[in-house]
């Protein structure tokens, strides 16, 4: 059964404070390891698909990489705005998306 | 814009009442999920739909009903034999083919 676990469950830093969310995973044939964005009362944003180990993708303060067995979303210099929950999922052979618990990030000024 | 929406944003029932929640699409995607999503948990697949007149149960398909009459609707009844079904709940959609899933502003319900 695929299986998805973020850590840690909550993060605050300080405005500049660099980190990184993780996400763990087992899929039985990766077919997409996805991020998404979500407001508190919203739908997720949609941020990164990663297909393959090694992979890695940047948007703004946010880049994305992939191993065989997790992903880590690092966030550079982040910005209050930045404060949301991140949501990894993946996509095994069974087309379905796994979704983790999230990671609730808040960025302090 | 093209987009998903989901209506009502916020809904009371009471119990013993059936709700229906409606989420339309112009995206012209062929796929639509229904998720439920609750306090510190992940996403929960209710139901999806890769083809119009077609819909499969997912991970908690009790004491919900879907139809896929056109393309662009995928409504969600949600029916009194569901047990608890004060949530978030999520609708989404994604091309014929396609990988990434996107998603509407959700649905809360209350049950009162």
């Known amino acids: 059964e695929d299986q998805v676990t973020q850590s840690p469950e909550a993060l605050r830093l300080q405005e500049g404070e660099s980190s990184s969310l993780n996400c763990s995973y087992t899929?039985?044939?990766?077919?997409?390891l996805f991020w998404y964005r979500q407001d508190p009362g919203k739908g997720p944003e949609f941020l990164f698909t990663?297909?393959?180990a090694g992979e890695e993708k940047e948007k703004e303060r946010l880049k994305a990489t992939l191993t065989k067995k997790e992903s880590f979303l690092h966030i550079t210099a982040p910005k209050p705005e930045d404060s949301a929950t991140y949501l990894c999922?993946?996509?095994?052979?069974?087309?379905?998306?796994?979704f983790g618990q999230g990671t609730r990030l808040t960025i302090n000024p | 814009d093209g987009g998903i929406t989901q209506s009502p944003k916020y809904l009371f029932r009471k119990e013993g009442q059936n709700v229906t929640l409606s989420c339309e699409q112009n995206l012209n995607h062929d796929a639509m999920y229904w998720y439920r999503q609750d306090p510190g948990q992940g996403l929960r697949l209710i139901y999806y739909s890769q083809i119009v007149n077609d819909f499969q149960k997912g991970d908690i398909a009790e004491g919900y009903s879907v139809s896929r009459e056109k393309k662009e609707s995928f409504p969600l009844t949600v029916t009194s034999a569901q047990k608890n079904p004060t949530a978030f709940y999520l609708c989404?959609?994604?091309?014929?083919?396609?990988?990434?899933?996107?998603f509407g502003e959700g649905s809360w319900l209350t049950v009162v």
């Open positions: 989404a959609s994604t091309q014929a083919g396609g990988n990434t899933i996107y």
């Open positions: 990663l297909y393959s």
């Open positions: 999922a993946v996509r095994g052979g069974a087309q379905k998306l796994v």
């Open positions: 899929v039985s044939g990766l077919r997409g």
